[in-house]
């Protein structure tokens, strides 16, 4: 089954990244623009056939190593 997990930061803390991309966007002619926030997803293919199990144990995952809980949020969805 396959997992997806996105990680971002949490409001309030500062995306030195998204703040380049924003610019970057603004320079190339993009505006309208806002504010960017960068992320990452991470897709995991597990050995589990239920649903509720697999994101448990993607939820569990996340926690443990993928984000960091400090200054992170994170959301896991089932995709497969």
């Known amino acids: 089954m396959k997992v997806r997990v996105t990680v971002m930061l949490k409001d309030g ?17 993009f505006g309208g623009v806002g504010d960017v926030r960068i992320g990452r997803v991470i897709e995991l293919e ?16 996340a926690r443990g190593l993928l984000a960091n809980l400090v200054i992170e949020d994170f959301v896991t969805e089932v995709v497969a």
Do not use: F, I, S, Y
Not at 13 to 29: E, F, I, R, T, W
């Open 13 to 29: 803390v500062l995306d030195p990244q998204g703040k380049a991309v924003a610019h970057a966007l603004h320079v190339l002619g």
């Open 46 to 61: 597990l050995d589990e056939t239920d649903p509720v199990q697999a994101r448990e144990k993607a939820d569990a995952m």
